[in-house]
T-cell receptor, first 113, second 115 residues
Framework: GESVGLHLPTLSVQEGDNSIINCAYS??????FIWYKQESGKGPQFIID?????DKRQGQRVTVLLNKTVKHLSLQIAATQPGDSAVYFC????????????FGEGTQLTVNP | EAQVTQNPRYLITVTGKKLTVTCSQN?????MSWYRQDPGLGLRQIYY???????DKGDVPEGYKVSRKEKRNFPLILESPSPNQTSLYFC??????????????FGPGTRLLVL
């Protein structure tokens, strides 16, 4: 079935290192993709999004890469900080699904001091 | 402060007892949505609303109802809750319809246990 999913459920990095969180998707008909961050006990928080006709987009300390050939999305966090520890979700807005979002399962990022 | 609020934050109920989870936003947003979050399944969309009196089903609408009589409020109604509706529920809103660079703001969540 169609899905948006993540390669790894957990990722542990050292403070100051770069983090890469991956997401695979199977539906080619999408408008854009979004990355969310969810801290413990809180609702998801928008980080960055990327349109399906783009390959790369940069924000503050974050970069999202989209490879449509292999249907792969990644979130890169530069100089990871303890405050980056959270669950990260990718989500997809499909062109054929109206105003609906489809989320991946999430990756738990742990930053070690 | 711009925010999405949900009430209650925690709720324990019994099978079949009707309940309503309220959601309110103070940002004059047109788009509002309800999600449920379950371990291993991630976030799944229940219902969404494009504007007052305009609602539509998400991916998992069975067992839920919504209404949008006012722009700021979007209550989630469980007419006859069942144990499989035990979950963490999030309300969200965005200024307009979901679109590139249109940030969606999430509430703090409502944890529901149906016995």
């Amino acid at each position: 079935g169609e899905s948006v999913g993540l390669h790894l459920p957990t990722l542990s990095v050292q403070e100051g290192d770069n983090s890469i969180i991956n997401c695979a998707y199977s539906n080619s008909a999408s408008d854009y993709f979004i990355w969310y961050k969810q801290e413990s006990g809180k609702g998801p928080q928008f980080i960055i999004d990327i349109r399906s006709n783009m390959d790369k987009r940069q924000g503050q300390r974050v970069t999202v890469l989209l490879n449509k050939t292999v249907k792969h999305l990644s979130l890169q966090i530069a100089a990871t900080q303890p405050g980056d520890s959270a669950v990260y979700f990718c989500a997809e807005k499909r062109a054929t699904s109206g105003s609906r979002l489809t989320f991946g399962e999430g990756t738990q990022l742990t930053v070690n001091p | 402060e711009a925010q999405v609020t949900q009430n209650p934050r925690y709720l324990i109920t019994v099978t079949g007892k009707k309940l309503t989870v309220t959601c309110s936003q103070n940002m004059n947003h047109e788009y509002m949505s309800w999600y449920r979050q379950d371990p291993g399944l991630g976030l799944r969309q229940i219902y969404y609303s494009m504007n007052v009196e305009v609602t539509d089903k998400g991916d998992v609408p069975e067992g839920y109802k919504v209404s949008r009589k006012e722009k700021r409020n979007f209550p989630l109604i469980l007419e006859s809750p069942s144990p499989n509706q035990t979950s963490l529920y999030f309300c969200a809103s965005s200024p307009r319809d979901l679109a590139f660079q249109e940030t969606q703001y999430f509430g703090p969540g409502t944890r529901l246990l149906v016995l």
